[in-house]
């Protein structure tokens, strides 16, 4: 399994490379909302005070020791990955904020080069449709690299996208950066649906 795609590396699917300008966005997926994110820590913080009640009301019980163990370790796992999930998510948007103003900041200079993909990993939905997939791109002056397409893009409109859809392997792509393409700054890179009649 490879390494996941960086943040700021994202796939646009296009009908053509007519367009010479460079996207306008960089269209990340929808995350958790600020407002949204508090009222779960609020539940995260409900359920840790109420587990802590819980647990000394079994400790303090006739309950046999192991007993107390497992049903310690099981709600404090479950607490403590809810936290982490949150703080990730909390992690991940400051991120993503900072790709869109750096992309809106340096679009103008932007400058497209053209790669072909060389790999591709694909994500399903319980209903067989493309959840996600990411592209693995070699481009002639640099290291290949590797961009996500995100179903939950607004932009996308919670796309149902099948997977004939997905850009096959040997297919052109135009790679959107402002300089060489590197893990940390804003990629985007345009992929003609291959189901498109030209």
Not at 59 to 73: K, Q, R, Y
Not at 112 to 132: C, D, F, W
């Amino acid at each position: 399994m490879q390494e996941e795609a960086p943040v700021g590396h994202v796939v646009h699917l296009v009908r053509s490379f007519d367009d010479d300008a460079a996207p306008s966005a960089i269209g990340f997926g929808t995350r958790v909302r600020p407002r949204t994110r508090i009222v779960l820590w609020l539940l995260v913080g409900a359920a840790a005070i109420g587990t802590v009640a819980a647990l000394t009301a079994l400790w303090t019980s006739d309950a046999p020791w192991w007993f107390s163990v497992i049903f310690t370790v099981m709600p404090t796992f479950f607490i403590f990955g809810c936290g982490v999930a949150l703080r990730e998510s909390a992690r991940l948007s400051r991120r993503e904020a900072h790709l869109v103003q750096e992309w809106a900041r340096a679009r103008e200079h932007a400058k497209p080069i053209m790669g072909r993909v060389s790999e591709r990993e694909v994500s399903l939905t319980e209903h067989g449709g493309v959840s996600a997939f990411t592209l693995t791109v070699a481009e002639a002056p640099g290291a290949p690299l590797r961009a996500r397409w995100h179903r939950s893009n607004p932009e996308n409109g919670d796309a149902t996208l099948l997977q004939t859809q997905v850009p096959p392997i040997g297919s052109r792509v135009r790679i959107w950066s402002v300089g060489m393409p590197d893990a940390h700054g804003p990629v985007i890179v345009e992929a003609i649906d291959p189901s498109v009649v030209p």
